[in-house]
């Protein structure tokens, strides 16, 4: 079985993403559980599929795309509590500004 490695963000992995939110991102899945984070990276960044992450990570191949999916939805709840987002008809983000009442948020 294959030793789970960094699996750090860096721009040349997401090249349509700008530094600023880059660095947001990277912020907030380092806050993620293992558990959640490590099969979104793998799966999302690195591109593994879910049986192969299932056999790294000695979990079921459904425990493997409900972790992806769980992790999803974590940083989506943080990312939108904290920011507002203009998407293109893609789904790629074309702005994003803080909300008002969130001009703290530490995280982006």
Known sequence: MEKVE?????P????????EMLV???SILSELPEKYRLPLEMHDLKGIKHKEIAEILDISLS???T?????????????????EFEFDAYGNILDYRRHEKNKDCKDC
């Open 67 to 83: 972790r992806v999916q769980r992790a999803k939805e974590r940083l989506k709840k943080v990312l939108t509590d904290c920011c």
């Open 6 to 10: 960094n699996l750090s963000l860096t």
């Open 24 to 26: 947001c991102l990277s």
């Open 63 to 65: 425990g493997s795309k």
């Open 12 to 19: 040349k992995e997401l090249p349509n993403m700008n530094d």
